[in-house]
Structure formats: structure tokens, C-alpha cells
T-cell receptor, first 113, second 112 residues
């Protein structure tokens, strides 16, 4: 039979507000995490990464927080702009010689001008 | 400094034909990865290659799919006898040994 597509979680924010996108990861052995931004019709674009020996890392307008206790990752975007509208994916790597990235389902961020 | 390049960007094939997708990694990168993405889903790992070697093909279907990364030239993902279920976006990523993977723009394959 025909499969039903899953609808992406959606987050709508007002331009200028801060955005928080959450991700639950599955593998407690994962030691490297990346956030990617994917605009319509384009490939994933690297935003920021973090290793498991850290719990916070900041970039330009973005901050990633890692809570290993509950296996939770979040991406904070400060002063959200219309150009931030995209689908955001978290990806994890279990390390130990594995190079596979396991992607989450994604969150669609819509910025209201 | 060119990023990861993929071609073609769009490819239409009829059932039973062959699809060849090409990927040129970023300059200086010797590691190439292929992922598949269905609509409104995350990317799924297919295969990881270094020059002339397949390192991990655990995500690749056992039949009809093959990948190579020759000493000279781009990496090729080849799908023989395509079926409608092969319709998807195929992304290539490259890295140096430091793990961060950078993605190309993808090839959108449509099987009629």
C-alpha cells in the first residue's frame, strides 16, 4: 500500500525573537553531534558541532546545548532572521571508527517578518 | 574554494534504466559519503568511501546499488534497473579525517 509521509514538526517565530530547536538522540554511545540547516532544494549546510565532552558551544548567533543525561540536544538561534527559515536537522556520530551520521527527523523553522 | 559538487542536479529515468550520480569532494578531502533523503525525512547513510576503497557500505541495498571512488575523478553512485522506490534526493558529503562532513547540493532522481 501507499505509505503516508510524516509531517515535520514546525516552529514559527517572529523576526527578531530567539528560536530554540530541540532534538532527542538515541544512542548513548554517540560522541559527536552536528546541526545542519537545509533550505528547500539544497543540501544540508553545516551550522555548528559539539563533542560529548562539552555541554555548550557558541557560534555566531547560534548556541548548541548538549544534555547527555537525558540524551537531548538543542540549537538556539538569537535574533532570528527571515534567512533562517529552513529545516534543521541534528545528526549524531557514534565515533569509535564509525563515520555514519544518523540524522533526526528535522524541524521546520518559519520566521514571520 | 569550491564546495562539494554533484551532478546532475536533476535526473529523470524510466523504470529499468540505469542512473549514475557523480560527486566531486571539496579540495583536500579524501573521504566521501553518500546519503539518501526521502521527502520530509532526514538523510539516511548509504556508503562511505576513501580513494579506491569502500570502507562502510552497511546502508546500501545489496542489489542494484554500487559506489566507487577511483584514484582519479569523481565518486560515482550507480543504480541499475531503477524502480519507482528509488526516487529520492541523493546527497554526497566529503570530509578530511577530522569527521565534519560537508554536503553537496544533491541529485534529485525521479523514476517514471
Amino acid at each position: 500500500g501507499e505509505s503516508v509521509g510524516l509531517h515535520l514538526p514546525t516552529l514559527s517565530v517572529q523576526e527578531g525573537d530567539n528560536s530554540i530547536i530541540n532534538c532527542a538522540y538515541s544512542n548513548s554511545a554517540s560522541d559527536y553531534f552536528i546541526w545542519y540547516k537545509q533550505e528547500s532544494g539544497k543540501g544540508p549546510q553545516f551550522i555548528i558541532d559539539i563533542r560529548s565532552n562539552m555541554d555548550k558551544r557558541q557560534g555566531q548567533r547560534v548556541t548548541v546545548l548538549l544534555n547527555k543525561t537525558v540524551k537531548h540536544l538543542s540549537l538556539q538561534i538569537a535574533a532570528t532572521q527571515p534567512g533562517d527559515s529552513a529545516v534543521y536537522f541534528c545528526a549524531e556520530n557514534v565515533g569509535a571508527g564509525s563515520y555514519q551520521l544518523t540524522f533526526g527527523k528535522g524541524t521546520k523553522l518559519s520566521v514571520i517578518p | 574554494n569550491a564546495g562539494v559538487m554533484q551532478n546532475p542536479r536533476h535526473l529523470v529515468r524510466r523504470r529499468g534504466q540505469e542512473a549514475r550520480l557523480r560527486c566531486s569532494p571539496m579540495k583536500g578531502h579524501s573521504h566521501v559519503y553518500w546519503y539518501r533523503q526521502l521527502p520530509e525525512e532526514g538523510l539516511k547513510f548509504m556508503v562511505y568511501l576513501q580513494k579506491e576503497n569502500i570502507i562502510d557500505e552497511s546502508g546500501m541495498p545489496k542489489e542494484r546499488f554500487s559506489a566507487e571512488f577511483p584514484k582519479e575523478g569523481p565518486s560515482i553512485l550507480r543504480i541499475q534497473q531503477v524502480v519507482r522506490g528509488d526516487s529520492a534526493a541523493y546527497f554526497c558529503a566529503s570530509s578530511d579525517p577530522s569527521e565534519t562532513q560537508y554536503f553537496g547540493p544533491g541529485t534529485r532522481l525521479l523514476v517514471l
